[in-house]
């Protein structure tokens, strides 16, 4: 079995995805770039996480598409993007999202204890299942 399968596999037997949709769109974005040279396991948790609802999937598809066909982007560029966006959202919830993207793109660990106290439940969750799914990502041997 392929590793990607076996992350999809991996996150479905632990009820990672918080519908079909998410599921299907998760995998989609898997299969068309899981072979791009620019493919990372830290890009492939902020798939994850860009895939909870059709508005942030899209904005993930384009940033790849520009990924893909460009030979000047990396994921550094896509990286600043995230932060733009984030500084964006500053009075909602995606502020956090985006900051936790970032973070799970380039590696770099992410403080849950630094959210504030009244945060959206529901933002409050999707980070939390985001940073559970990225440990399953890393527990997915390469092999």
Not at 39 to 58: A, N, P
Request: charge should be negative.
């Amino acid at each position: 079995m392929k590793w990607k399968d076996r992350v999809v596999e991996e996150l479905s037997e632990q009820n990672m995805f918080q519908s079909s949709a998410h599921r299907s769109r998760f995998k989609e974005l898997l299969d068309c770039y899981v072979t791009a040279p620019f493919f990372t396991r830290g890009l492939c948790k902020c798939m994850y996480l860009s895939c909870w609802d059709e508005e942030h999937f899209i904005i993930m598809l384009d940033m790849l598409n520009k990924l893909k066909l460009s030979e000047n982007m990396d994921l550094q560029d896509m990286n600043e993007n995230g932060e733009l966006m984030a500084e964006e959202a500053a009075d909602s919830y995606d502020n956090y999202v985006m900051r936790l993207s970032c973070a799970l793109l380039m590696g770099e660990p992410f403080d849950v204890e630094a959210l504030p106290q009244d945060m959206d439940p529901q933002g409050r969750f999707l980070i939390q299942e985001a940073l559970k799914a990225s440990e399953i990502i890393d527990s997915v041997p390469d092999k």
